[in-house]
């Protein structure tokens, strides 16, 4: 069982700045892609990220020049730096791995971006 844990979420105001982190439960050497996504209340959840096993990324263009996605794989963990913030940006985030066929997801963490 598969098991993604994320941290990092809380208030920031506009222009600021946060870093998400994404810990798995067993090697992310595993997976074949893992990504951010975000929601909002009567949204859709959205791709915010993605990163895979050999480092291709892939950004919505909303986030494109001010977030980053990274891995440390000897911590089985994923990154999401997050700059100049934007209150556009307020959502809970969620971290993904696709382990193909199955996807998983973790719990999510709140990002509130507001002065």
């Known amino acids: 069982q598969v098991q993604l844990v994320e941290s990092g979420g809380g208030l920031v105001q506009p222009g600021g700045s946060l870093r998400l982190s994404c810990a798995a439960s067993?090697?992310?050497?595993?997976?074949?892609?893992m990504g951010w996504y975000r929601q909002t209340p009567g949204k859709q959840r959205e791709l915010v990220a993605t990163?895979?096993?050999?480092?291709?990324?892939n950004y919505a263009d909303s986030v494109k020049g001010r977030f980053t996605i990274s891995n440390d794989n000897a911590k089985n963990t994923v990154y999401l730096q997050m700059n100049s913030l934007k209150s556009e940006d307020t959502a809970v985030y969620y971290c993904?791995?696709?382990?193909?066929?199955?996807?998983?997801w973790g719990q999510g963490t709140q990002v509130t971006v507001s002065s």
């Open positions: 993904n791995a696709l382990l193909m066929p199955r996807i998983y």
């Open positions: 067993t090697s992310i050497f595993r997976f074949n892609a």
């Open positions: 990163i895979t096993t050999s480092g291709n990324t």
